[in-house]
């Protein structure tokens, strides 16, 4: 008998323990479906982190638009910024403009100032690689579309058609190819190498190296003796080609990731009384005014282009995107290359 009521006992209490249970158990139900028909429509609901497309963009009359710019202290980034200016305003466009002044911490700031004051969308050439796609997945975060110009972010951080909307760009692997393929034919494939690196942690400065690596391991007597970052900067190219030539005085060749580099490296040569074009023959990318002189004055030997006028093209991608265009990871600009052949007819249109 007592055995019975206490199983009598044991099955009420615990069907009054599940009654209990049961107004928590239908909220917790609820909540679940309510997630999955955000997941549905992230971007609508605001939850822009987590959508698996870029915000998108309205379509509208006219746009503020950020451009943030990564330094201003070669040819190149002016070019490149006068370009998106002059398109801005033939375009009735307001352009937000910040130059980080070569800076990741400066670059991160400026792309949180851009959120702040809700540009529709930003354009950014990112310094490097990591930090910035960093600053990607704010933008991200506060609905506002990102298109990469001349430099990519790190794509397992934030990545292409996900996070920002493309990056639109030069193919540096081929232009260090082709930095490589003339080398070989100036030097009869044999050249003892001293390399100058653009920024570090920077995709043409990564992609540059290995399109040039990979070209010259066909040439067993082309060999790089020594590698070192110039930061992509004149002053710094020079100070970096003086020290490296100084361990290495038998090079025969130096291959710049830009022309700023180059010039500086000319000058490194000419101080420790070489001559440029003779002793040791230069090969870099970009296509400047003064690199085209160089080539003209036979100092420099050759150069890649890395065509520097975004603004036509980053626009007008904008604008196509608020029309529900998709593209692909990269949009890549073709380039020219430039030696003793054609460089006195590129001269005038240099920058
Ligand atoms: O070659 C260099 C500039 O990111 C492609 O950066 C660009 C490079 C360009 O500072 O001169």
Redesign the pocket.
Known sequence: MTKKFFLVFSVVAILAMLAACAPTAAPTQQQGSGETQAQAQPAAAGNCKDSPTPPPLAKKDTYKVGFSQ??T?????IA?TESMKAEAAKRGWELVYTDAGGSEAKQIADIESMIAQKVDLIFM?PRSEKPLAEAALKAKAACIPVIML??DVDHSIAAPGKDYVTMI??D?VK?GEMAAEWLAKATNNKAIIIELE??VG???AID?KKGFDEAIKKYPDMKIVASQTGD??RDKGRQVAETLLQAHPDATAIYA????MAMGAIAALEAAGKVPGKDVIIVS??G?KDAAQAIIDGKLGATVE?N?KFGPKAFDTAIAYANGETFPAKIVNPDRFFDSTNAAAYLPEAY
């Open positions: 990564v330094e202290n070669n040819p190149w980034r490149q050439a001349d430099r760009g030069s540096f232009e653009g920024t920077s995709s043409p540059r992509f900067a990731h830009n022309d700023e990318i970009d400047t890395c520097p």
